[in-house]
């Protein structure tokens, strides 16, 4: 099947692309030093193809991912690195990793937090420290009187996470390592009074700007980025090698005076980060299933097919139900979008 | 089950608002002078409440939206108001449509559209005419043309169509009319050259500016308003008496410091409008599964629901799979959204 044959608008992956990515990162931050987030593809099989690249630990945002990947038989130590305070969400959780012997570790960053993993059945919590980025996670110079919460209850505390959020996208490179280091100083600072095997970290914006080794005095065991695997314009301003292999396919639809309409709009779009971008084109608004452009520099047909650059790949990935996968023109898989919801 | 046993994030519908909402639009427009949009909701439920509200003609923005309606048994004069060019799924709105004695209409705008219609075996086409919106539609004095090449198909042409969506938030309501009549009489020359029984057009922000008949030099058959069940912030602003029936609930999750953490994020939200609001709160900003804010005016618990109020309805519902209806704080139904995707 020819890319021009799929029904639009469609999530397609450039099959090239994601596999120089997948390779790049695994060169970089091979094995268990990279924590691969799964929120932003939340797809079972590229998760596998993680897998393939090295990777058995990763990082879920909801209870569903963390299923999902266990029902699919993907990743052998999954951390749910958000505060879920649903204990029958959590029970599921631990149930599905019991059953399937694997390792699922829930971030908890409150006594609340600590009392839902206990009574869900989970074994083992991360304990969330707040390194900077104004979110969850618990004041550094609280973590180690949570451990010892979570030990009182039973339960089994692995070691610390902390997302270094507001730093992904600090363009001076100098800058933001500094910044990153004294945000794992704080990390590090916490994991001395929680103790266990883990601190975990970051994303795709700062994974060339951590240690890994916890015999560096900042360094981290590993770095949970998953955006690396697409990359959208706004990542690609970074200029990190990775290559942006996810577009959204659309058919010009309408053509009127020097106007092109496609069918690719809001409502196959992450829009928070605010228009997507078709090369050489300037974007005039999206609505809910259209985007209207003009070009000075390109003509189209009614019906050709135009590839729209998201600008923030993973809420656009968790509006489609599968990712086209396209080598050379050639469709040549259909991965379904499995991890959707929560 | 009570409100506070509903999984969050969770798109939550106030069952007396809704009905309020049904009732005072079939008041306005009754019968056929409404033809609701289902993109506003996707739910084939809802719809079926349209039609138990007087309506049984309806507008869709995509083929699954007309196949969906068919499939579910709700409406019997249904508008694919979107120019496609899809012969395939055109095809399949065309097949259900016969063999479930539905009329199905398709919007058209040019010779391209109008080929595919005719390929796909669909009997009855719309021209949409271009009334000042820059999106699809024909130029008015182009209407006639493309009427007579689709007679020359064999089509059936039923009227025009021509949506005002660059009027639907003029705030200044004397104003709004009077370029809402203007438009419309863009529409009705471009009727005069087409002929048919129908002039369709509107939305929530206009339907009030509207006169029904075509005894009128500006009048139309109907309008395509569908907003105004659910309400967002945005279409709040204008004071039409509509009530905001939707929030996404959540659950604060984490409080550190002056901040609190809920689990509605980007993607549970249509965030193209910008930030929801919460009452009495201020939104710091949104990630992908979280909002984090605070408030001088009131506290929360950790484990407390909060009601989130989104920007942009349509495609905030979008993101979910049903609507939890409640009324009195308890769960009355749960309603799949049903019309997602394309």
């Known amino acids: ?7 639009t608008p469609a999530a397609v992956v450039d099959a090239s692309a994601l596999s120089r990515n997948l390779q790049s990162m695994a060169a970089r931050l091979p094995g268990s030093s990279l924590r691969p987030h799964v929120k932003a593809h939340k797809c079972t099989t590229l998760a596998a193809q993680q897998v393939a690249h090295g ?11 963390v299923i999902g990947m266990i029902t699919a038989g993907v990743g052998d130590d999954l951390l749910l690195a958000n505060s879920v305070l649903d204990v029958d969400r959590l029970t599921e959780v631990a149930t599905a990793a019991e059953s399937a012997g694997v390792i699922a570790r829930v971030a908890v960053d409150s006594v609340e937090t600590i009392e839902a993993a206990h009574r869900a059945g989970v074994g083992d919590v991360i304990i969330d420290v707040d390194v900077g980025m104004p979110r969850c996670g618990a004041r550094p110079d609280h973590a180690g009187q949570l451990a010892d919460v979570a030990r009182q209850r039973g339960l089994s505390v692995s ?7 507001h730093l992904q996208m600090v363009s001076d490179r100098s800058e933001a390592k500094e910044r990153v280091a ?11 009074d929680v103790g266990g095997d883990i601190v975990s970290t970051g994303g795709t914006g700062t994974h060339d700007l951590h240690t890994i080794g916890l015999d560096h005095p900042t360094g ?19 200029n990190q090698g990775f290559e942006q292999a996810l577009t959204i396919v659309g058919t010009v639809i309408a053509h009127h005076g020097s106007r092109y309409v496609i069918d690719v709009g809001l409502k196959a779009l992450g829009m928070d980060h605010g228009d ?7 974007i005039w ?3 809910d299933e259209h985007t209207t452009f003009t070009s000075s520099e390109r003509t189209f047909q009614i019906g050709e097919r135009v590839h729209v650059r998201p600008a923030h790949v993973d809420p656009t990935i968790a509006r489609h139900e599968e990712l086209w996968i396209v080598d050379n023109g050639e469709v040549i898989d259909r991965w379904p979008i499995d991890l959707r919801h929560w």
Chains 1, 2 share one sequence.
């Open 1 to 7: 099947m020819h890319i021009d044959a799929i029904p």
């Open 55 to 65: 990777h058995r630990s990763f990082t879920c945002a909801t209870p569903r991912e």
């Open 159 to 165: 070691g610390v996470m902390g997302y270094e959020g």
């Open 182 to 192: 004294e945000a794992m100083s704080l990390l590090r600072g916490a994991h001395d």
């Open 220 to 238: 981290v065991t590993d770095v949970q980025a998953g955006s690396y695997v697409m990359v959208d314009t706004q990542y690609a301003t970074l």
């Open 276 to 282: 997507p971008s078709i090369d050489d084109c300037k």
């Open 285 to 287: 608004f999206c609505s």
